[in-house]
C-alpha cells in the first residue's frame, strides 16, 4: 500500500535539501512533480555521469518524479504555477524568504491560491536573525556548528565531505510535511513547514553546545578519535584500516580482557568514558599496537569475537562489493537514458512491513513531461509550443 498515493507534490527544489525532501514522500507514493529551469536547474549537472550531463545526485534524489522546465519570472510562467498550485497538496521550495515571495511561492500568495495548501521550505539559516535572506550550502550549516572545528584538528578543521547536513534537513522537511498533511485531515487546515540547514546542524552539535555552555569546556579537534569515549578511532592495520568503537563500562572491560590487559581496568586515565576520551591519545596508541600486524579480516574476527563494535574503513568500490551491502538490497539498479551501466540508487532509508515506499521509476530527463503536465492543465497543443519559443517552458 502507498500511503501518500492520492497526494500531489510540487517540487521546486534545488540541489539536495528541497529535492529529496520530496523524493520521500514519492517513493511512499504520492505524486511528485519536479519544476526545474528551462536549460535545467544546477543540480542536474553535478557529478554528471550520463550522456546528457545528468548527475548521480540528480539521480538519486529525483527518482519517482515527473519533470517539467519553468519559468516563473515570467507572467505566463506565473499563470501555470498558479494552476499547478490549484491542483497541489504541498509545495516544496529551498529558496530564502525573499527569493519565494520573488516567484510567488511565498505562504501568504500560495494560501491566496489555494487555502488548504502546505508549503514546505528550506533555507540555509532559518528565518529571524540577521542570515536569514543568505544563500548557503551543506558545508556552511556544519561550519557554524561547531562540527569541523572538533572534527579536524587545531590547525586544520575538517568538514564532513557526505552532506549530511543537507540529507538530515531533507528527512527532517518530509517529517514535518508528513505531520501537516495529518494536521489537515483533521483540521482542513494547510500550514508552513520550516526547515533550515543551520538547524539541521545545530541538532547534530547539541550534546557539544550544551558542554560547552555548562561547563566552559573548549574543546578542540582530535581528528578520527572521540573525545567522549575510547578508544574510539580509526586503527591501521596491515592491508587497511579499521573503525573501533568502544563506549561504555561493559565494553571497554571486554576490549581489555580482548587484548590482554585487564590492568587498564585500574589505570585512573581510563576510569570512566569521560577520562578515557580526555586520555583517548593513549588509548588509540594501545589499540592500534594490539592490530597492527594484523589483516582487516583477522583484525574484526577478534572484535567480533570479543563482542566490541568494529568495522571496515571501505572505499566506494569496496562498498559496492561488500557482501553484506548487496545482500541487504539497499542499493538497486535503474538505469536513465545515457548511462553506461545501471546506477544503484539507494532504496527510502526507513522500512515499513505493511506500507514500505519503493523506486517505480528513473528521475527524469530535462523537462521529460512539460508538454503532458501542461495538457493536464487545459494548455492545447499550440499554446505549449507558443509557450516553449517564448522559454516560459
Not at 365 to 372: A, I, M, W
Amino acid at each position: 500500500m502507498s500511503v501518500l498515493n492520492g497526494y500531489r507534490v510540487l517540487d521546486f527544489g534545488r540541489f539536495i535539501a528541497g529535492p529529496y525532501c520530496a523524493t520521500l514522500l514519492a517513493d511512499f507514493g504520492a505524486e511528485v512533480i519536479r519544476i526545474e529551469k528551462v536549460n535545467g536547474s544546477e543540480d542536474r549537472y553535478m557529478n554528471p555521469v550520463a550522456e546528457d550531463d545528468s548527475g548521480a545526485l540528480f539521480l538519486q534524489v529525483n527518482r519517482n518524479k515527473r519533470g517539467m522546465t519553468l519559468n516563473p519570472t515570467r507572467p505566463a510562467g506565473r499563470e501555470i504555477v498558479e494552476k499547478l498550485v490549484r491542483t497541489a497538496d504541498v509545495v516544496v521550495a529551498n529558496l530564502p524568504p525573499a527569493g519565494l515571495k520573488a516567484i510567488g511561492l511565498d505562504y501568504d500568495t500560495l494560501v491566496a491560491i489555494k487555502p488548504d495548501i502546505i508549503l514546505t521550505t528550506v533555507s540555509a539559516f532559518g528565518r529571524g536573525g540577521p542570515y536569514s535572506e543568505r544563500v548557503g550550502f551543506d558545508g556552511l550549516g556544519q561550519g557554524m556548528s561547531g562540527g569541523p572545528y572538533l572534527a579536524g584538528f587545531p590547525d586544520s578543521p575538517a568538514r564532513d565531505v557526505l552532506p549530511v547536513v543537507d540529507f538530515g534537513t531533507a528527512m527532517s522537511a518530509a517529517y514535518g510535511t508528513l505531520a501537516a498533511l495529518l494536521h489537515r485531515e483533521k483540521t482542513g487546515q494547510g500550514q508552513m513547514v520550516e526547515g533550515a540547514l543551520l538547524r539541521t546542524a545545530l541538532t547534530y552539535s547539541n550534546a557539544y553546545l550544551i558542554e560547552q555552555s555548562v561547563l566552559g569546556r573548549n574543546r578542540v579537534g582530535t581528528g578520527n578519535r572521540s573525545q567522549l569515549s575510547g578508544p574510539s578511532d580509526i586503527l591501521k592495520v596491515r592491508d587497511g584500516w579499521i573503525m573501533v568503537q568502544v563506549v561504555g563500562q561493559p565494553l571497554f572491560e571486554r576490549w581489555v580482557n580482548m587484548i590482554g590487559q585487564p590492568e587498564l581496568l585500574s589505570d585512573p586515565r581510563f576510569r570512566t568514558d569521560l577520562d578515557r576520551g580526555d586520555n583517548g591519545e593513549a588509548l588509540s596508541r594501545i589499540a592500534s599496537e594490539h592490530v597492527k600486524n594484523l589483516t582487516v579480516i583477522e583484525a574484526l574476527a577478534a572484535y567480533e569475537k570479543a563482542m566490541v563494535p568494529a568495522g571496515p574503513l571501505l572505499s566506494p568500490q569496496q562498498t559496492l562489493d561488500d557482501p553484506h551491502v548487496q545482500q541487504i538490497g539497499y542499493l538497486q539498479p535503474h538505469d536513465y537514458p545515457g548511462l553506461p551501466s545501471p546506477a544503484p540508487l539507494a532504496v527510502t532509508p526507513v522500512h515499513l512491513t505493511d506500507s514500505d515506499a519503493e523506486i517505480r521509476h528513473r528521475a527524469p530527463t530535462l523537462g521529460e513531461h512539460t508538454d503532458e503536465i501542461m495538457a493536464e492543465l487545459g494548455y492545447e497543443d499550440s499554446a505549449i509550443s507558443q509557450l516553449r519559443s517564448e522559454r516560459v517552458i
